[in-house]
Nanobody, 126 residues
């Protein structure tokens, strides 16, 4: 069993930056594909960014390309999401997720993820 805990959310003005962290415990995630999702009120959960086991393959939603960066530190069992040039439409609860069945490539579908964190709120004011 993998336990994921997100941190780093908060309130920031438009144009600002936040760095989210996801700490895993219970099992090493070094061989897992990992992802960051978000869910805004009244909307479906959407994939923001994903990364393969080595960090050599990444995926970004078009809405965050060039602004967000996903990274991982397998030695520390963590994944991060650096968010720059934040916009009010980035406001959502952000979730870390792990695909425990594979890590060779990125996982881009909700159904591929096996473990989820509890989420951290990101609010961007205009």
């Amino acid at each position: 069993q993998v336990h994921l805990v997100e941190s780093g959310g908060g309130l920031v003005q438009a144009g600002g930056s936040l760095r989210l962290s996801c700490a895993a415990s219970g099992r090493t995630i070094s061989s897992y594909a990992m992802g960051w999702f978000r869910q805004a009120p009244g909307k479906e959960r959407e994939l923001v960014a994903a990364i393969n086991w080595s960090g050599g393959i990444t995926y970004y939603a078009n809405s965050v390309k060039g602004r967000f960066t996903i990274a991982r530190d397998n030695a520390k069992n963590t994944v991060s999401l650096q968010m720059n040039s934040l916009k009010p439409e980035d406001t959502a609860v952000y979730y870390c997720a792990a695909d425990a069945t594979q890590g060779v490539t990125t996982a881009t579908r909700f159904e591929e993820y096996d473990y989820w964190g509890q989420g951290t709120q990101v609010t961007v004011s205009s």
